[in-house]
C-alpha cells in the first residue's frame, strides 16, 4: 500500500480549506442532493463530498456510506488531492497503491472515481467522488457531469463562507454601533458636567444665600429663647424663614440632581413647560443676577410638552449659558425667555441681548467640539447634544435668523 502523502501546496491547501470554516459541521441538504445526483449519473451505490484535512478526510456528505471520517493516510482521496484532474482508480485489486489498502479491502471497494474540489487559488482541498463495489469504468457524459458537480459543491462551499463573513459583518456592525451609543451617551454626559461644572460658582452662591438665612434665624431664635418675653409673631417670622429657605435649598439640590442623572431609560411624558423651566432658573438665575443679566420669564399657562424633562432642562441651561457667556462683556445684558403653544407644537424661545452669530461660525455651532471659547470654558459639545436630544423628541432646535438679536428656538410634540 502506498500512503497517502502530503501535498506539495500543503500548508496553502490546508488554509484555503479552513478558511470555508466547513469542517465537523451539521449535514446539509444542499450537499446531500449533489451527492445523490453523482451517485445516480455514475451509477455508483456510494458517492462522498470528502475534504482532506491535514491527518484526516472528514466527510461533508455521504450516500451509501455511513463514516464520518477516516485516516488520511489509508485514503483514496488523499491521492487524489495531488492533481486537478479526475482521479480515477478502476479495479483498486490490480493497483498497487490500493490492493492491501486495509480501509478499501475492509470496505470493499473496487472502483473509484474522484473529481477534485479546486479552490480559487487553486489548490485541491477534498473531492466528490464515488465508489463502486466491482471494477468499472466511467463513461465521458459521467465524468463530465462529475466534474461539473464538484465545481457545484465548491460553489455551495463559497456560499458558505460568505454566509459567515457576512455574520461577521453584522456582529461587527452590532459591536459598533453599541460602542456609539455608549460613546453618544457619555458624550451627553460629559457635556452635562461641563455644565455644572461651568456653574459651580453660580450654584455654590444659590445654596449658600438660603443657608446663610436659615443659620441666621436659627440664630436670632435662640438668642430670644433666653430673653424670656418674646412675642411669638417674632418666633413664627424666624420659624417660617428656615422652612422657606430649607425649601429652597432642597430645590436646587433636587434640580441639580435631575440635570446630573442619566435619562436614557426615562419615559416620554407629559411635561409642563413651567416645571422645566422653574428647575432651570433654580440653577442658573444665581449666576446671571450677580453678573447683571436682566432676566425675562413669559410662558403661557398650563402648556405641557411630551418629554424627558430633564433632557429638556440640560437644553436650557446650555442655552442659558450660553447667552450668559456672550453677553458678558456687553453694557446691555439681557435674556428673554418665552413659551407658547403654536400649531400643536410647545414652542421654548431663548433670546438674549447679543447681536446674532456670525454667519460663518453659525454654520458650524452645532457641529460637535466646535467652540469658540477656550478650552477651560467650552466644550463645543452643548449645541450638538442639544440637537441630538430634541431630534430624539421628534422636535426643531433652531437659530431665529431673523431676530435681530440671538435666539434659539426650541419646539416640542405638545400634550394634552
Ligand atoms: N447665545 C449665543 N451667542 C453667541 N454665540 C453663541 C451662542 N450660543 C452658542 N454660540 C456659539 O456656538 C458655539 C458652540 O456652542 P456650544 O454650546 O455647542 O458649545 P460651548 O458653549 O462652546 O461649549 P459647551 O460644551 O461648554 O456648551 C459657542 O462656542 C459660541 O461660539
Ligand atoms: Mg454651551
Known sequence: MLPASKTKNEEQRIKDLLDYSILDTPNGSSYDDLTLLASKICQTPVAIISLVDRERQWFKSTIGLDAKETPREVSICGHAIHGKDMFIVPNTAQDERFADNPVVVGANIQFYAGAPLVSPNGNSIGTLCVVDFAPRELTEDQKIALAALSRQVMNLLELHRANIIEK????????????????????????????????????????NNPLAIIVASADLLLGMSNEGDVPKEKFQKYLS??????????????????????????????????????ETLDICTQRLKSNGVKLDVDVQDGIKFTGKQSQILQVLTNLLNNSYDAIQELEEKWIKITSFKENNEIVIQVTDSGSGIPAEILEKIMQPFFTTKSVTKGTGLGLSVSKRIIDSHKGQFLVDEKNKNTSFVIKLPCSI
Open 168 to 207: 461577521e459583518r453584522f456582529k461587527e456592525l452590532e459591536i459598533a454601533s453599541k460602542t456609539i451609543s455608549e460613546n453618544q451617551a457619555q458624550l451627553v454626559n460629559s457635556s452635562k458636567m461641563a455644565e455644572i461644572g461651568e456653574m459651580a460658582a453660580g450654584i455654590a452662591h444659590e445654596v
Open 241 to 278: 424663614n428656615i422652612i422657606t429657605n430649607s425649601y429652597r435649598a432642597s430645590k436646587i439640590i433636587l434640580s441639580l440632581k435631575t440635570l446630573s442623572r442619566n435619562a436614557d431609560q426615562d419615559p416620554f411624558v407629559p411635561v409642563l413647560v413651567s416645571d422645566v423651566l422653574n
